[in-house]
């Protein structure tokens, strides 16, 4: 509570915020962001959700606005959703019409006649994505109004900084900054991350001052119960008494599981609703509307409700299975209570294992140990995305232009020198582009690849294709569908959205399927990528500590503390930190156990670098916790393996990378537009993050397990 800011404010603002919003004085978040945005340095707020985190980026930019005069686009919000754009509107209007303040918002939803503002009228607020924001500067009528622009609020920014999208808006800021003339003051809004200062640094970039306004949530009450059932039937039944009559959110780790789940509470659950990323704006947005109301309301939804998109009151929070990260887990958790009550999450599982899981992120939650934010190191594929984009743009362009323009970026600045030479090289002998003297236009296989509707596709970096729309006869778009499951499964029904649709037609030319409403029915929609990618590392080292000490630090009852008992049980004594080899069977094919607990994909890199040691014909299998080397030997194999992984440990990160393959060019946008040694030194910098992997898994005591049940001994 802070009342000295409230007084200093503007009169109108002040106004406001009293006689509006009825507040006498700020949060803490709100006073210490506005302290620090006025130091004119970049800001990181970090506050859980619902904390007033928008407010605290708002207060400070609109009392500049009103105190200095302030005209043109004052202030940029970026958002990664239009959908979390749309929820805020009202809340940015609420301040900016009672002081006299506009307000344009510009995305892909947008007609396009009204994505546009008069000559020498440009709005004091535009509300954003980034790829909007990139087509914006290809405007040079409206993209010289950004010139005046003095503050750019970033909302969800954890949600940008480990993904290309990422490494482009870090892009666009700069280019900003070039329009502008002049740094533009960024002010980043997150939830709770790992490494708040990293992510600054990140955000900010070289030669910027920044600060960290990190608020915390006081402590109180959190509810948590838990409900082991094996049965899928009985766990239906399980949810459908939690959320009986009440407001809730049920949390599901796939869009596939979201649907499945929709249609097997259909009819036991009222006013029930499906959301998720690959169901229509219109369709979600409805879904979000039903929590509004002062009856009961359950919606069924992914990831997609974990930003910062406001659904009100929430009785409870369900979560159907493991959650896969703390910061997930936050999220989520931080949906309930969010008007001062304590918040209460029902966690429904199918085995002791998940329950184990579950428990393992909680300990992490209450410990702060949050999953750390790791932007890409090597954004071939966002450097090719501007290159294309300068020789569309300009039409005719110089390779030295190219270069002095992107290649001074900032995001690219740690790439090896010469980089961008290379590339151009590379693109213009592939037919990506063409040479006329020294200037450069767009080539054949540009425009064939990516030159439809003017060269849509170049704005952004986010990977399309394998997706039809799903729209009735009459035009009404219902969502999207997998191309693969459209290919074969889909003629035979699927709910999509909690409905259930017959597909009657489909134009591959422009990308749909047509549906029209049908029978219930058992098909299951799908989509490519749609699985969660497993564990995070900091929940597998959690899971190994539990296990480490064999009990969980949380307070269960007693069927709960019977399930983990057994599972703990299942395991060999183990130490809090390490990897435990142990062998298996008899004879002279002997399965070997490596319980690493790096999580899936680390564990993926681990199982390729053994096959290099070992020999290629050797057979591993791999998941979050562990590697299974099936029949790979007489008595003696855990010592073999344990060798290999010595030898892993002795690795150089560049002999690491070299042991990876070059990835297929799909795995990326504009893949194709890349030189093969691009692609793998993207592939083991960020795909593979080769650099962590051996600074953790180099560090790692080894242990030689004798079997299961008898203690381990260190390995030497």
């Known amino acids: 509570m802070d009342s000295e800011v409230f007084f200093g404010l503007h009169e109108a603002l002040q106004d406001v915020l009293s006689h509006r919003l009825g507040w006498s004085h700020l949060r803490e978040v709100q006073a210490r962001t506005y302290r620090a945005v006025r130091t004119g340095r970049d800001v990181l707020a970090i506050a859980p959700t619902a904390g007033g985190k928008t407010e605290a980026a708002l207060i400070p930019v609109i009392d500049a606005i009103l105190k200095e005069g302030l005209s043109g686009v004052a202030c940029l919000y970026i958002s990664p959703l239009k959908a979390l754009i749309n929820d805020q509107e009202e809340r940015f209007l609420s301040f900016c019409i009672p002081t006299g303040l506009d307000l344009k918002v510009w995305h892909g939803d947008v007609p396009r006649g009204d994505r546009s503002w008069d000559d020498g009228e440009p709005p004091h607020f535009l509300m954003i994505t980034p790829e909007s924001l990139e087509v914006l500067m290809g405007e040079k009528a409206l993209a010289g109004d950004l010139a005046r622009t003095r503050f750019v609020i970033v909302d969800e920014l954890h949600s940008f900084v480990e993904s290309e999208r990422g490494a482009h808006l870090r892009i666009l800021l700069d280019r900003l900054d070039a329009l502008a003339g002049s740094p533009v003051q960024r002010i980043g809004l997150s939830a ?8 600054l640094a990140w955000f900010s970039g070289p030669r910027r001052g920044g600060e960290v306004v990190e608020v915390l949530q006081p402590p109180r009450e959190k509810k948590f119960s838990f409900s082991v059932q094996a049965d899928p039937k009985r766990r239906t039944q399980v949810v459908a008494g939690l959320v009986a009559g009440k407001k809730a959110l049920v949390f599901v780790n796939s869009r596939a599981e979201a649907e499945e789940l929709g249609r097997a509470l259909r009819g036991t659950v009222g006013h029930l609703f499906v ?64 008007r001062g009550g304590s918040p209460y999450m029902a966690f429904v599982l199918p085995d002791a294992w998940s329950l184990l899981v579950s428990t393992a992120v909680i300990e992490s939650a209450r410990k702060k140990r949050v999953e750390p934010l790791i932007p890409k190191k090597k954004p071939y594929n ?7 984009l300068a020789v569309l743009r300009n039409r005719r362009t110089t390779a030295a232009r190219i270069e002095r323009e992107t290649g001074a970026l900032p995001v690219f600045c740690d790439l090896p020198a010469g980089t961008v030479r290379e590339l151009i090289a590379f693109l213009a002998q592939e037919g990506f582009l063409v040479r006329d003297g020294e200037f450069l236009m767009s080539g054949p296989r540009m425009e064939a690849l990516y030159g439809r509707s003017q060269g849509k596709d170049l704005y952004s970096v986010i990977q399309g294709g394998g997706e ?35 597909l009657v037609g489909r134009d591959d030319q422009h990308g749909l399927v047509v549906v029209v409403p049908g029978k219930e029915t058992n098909g299951r929609a799908f989509w490519t990528g749609g699985q969660q990618a497993g564990l995070s590392p900091e929940v597998c080292r959690s899971v190994q500590r539990i296990l480490g000490r064999g009990r969980t630090l949380l307070p269960l009852g007693p069927r709960e503390e019977e399930e983990i008992a057994s599972c703990i049980a299942s395991f060999p004594p183990l130490h809090p930190r390490g990897i435990h080899v142990w062998e298996t069977g008899q004879g002279k094919k002997r399965d070997v156990v490596a319980l690493t607990f790096l999580s ?54 560049s002999g690491i990378g070299a042991a990876i393959p070059v990835p297929h060019p799909s795995a990326w946008k504009f893949g194709a537009a890349l030189p093969p040694a691009f692609l793998h030194e993207m592939a083991a910098s960020d795909t593979w993050q080769v650099q962590e992997f051996a600074e953790e898994f180099g560090s790692l005591p080894l242990y030689r397990v004798q079997a299961p049940g008898e203690p381990a001994g260190p390995g030497s």
């Open 192 to 199: 709770t991350v790992g490494n708040p200062a990293g992510v």
């Open 275 to 338: 959301h998720h990323s690959s169901l229509s704006p219109q369709m979600r947005k409805a879904a979000e509307e039903s929590l509004e109301g002062s009856e009961s309301a359950c919606i069924i939804c992914t990831s997609t409700l974990e930003l910062g998109i406001d659904i009100g009151d929430l009785d409870i929070v369900v979560q159907v299975g493991a959650p896969a990260s703390v910061s997930s887990f936050l999220q989520r958790m931080g949906r309930g209570g969010r």
């Open 382 to 388: 966002v450097l090719v995305q501007q290159v294309l």
């Open 468 to 502: 039809l729309r799903a729209v009735t006869p009459d035009g009404e778009q219902i969502g999207r569908l997998d191309a693969r499951f459209v290919a074969g499964k889909g003629r035979e029904g699927f709910s999509l959205g909690g409905r259930d649709w017959t």
């Open 600 to 653: 899936r994909g680390r564990n993926a890199l681990l199982a390729l670098l053994a096959r290099t040691v070992l020999g290629e014909r050797t057979k591993v299998r791999y998941d979050d916790i562990s590697l299974l080397f099936p029949r790979v030997g007489g008595p003696g194999s855990a010592d073999r393996v344990l060798e290999a992984f010595r030898k892993i440990q002795e690795m150089s990160v």
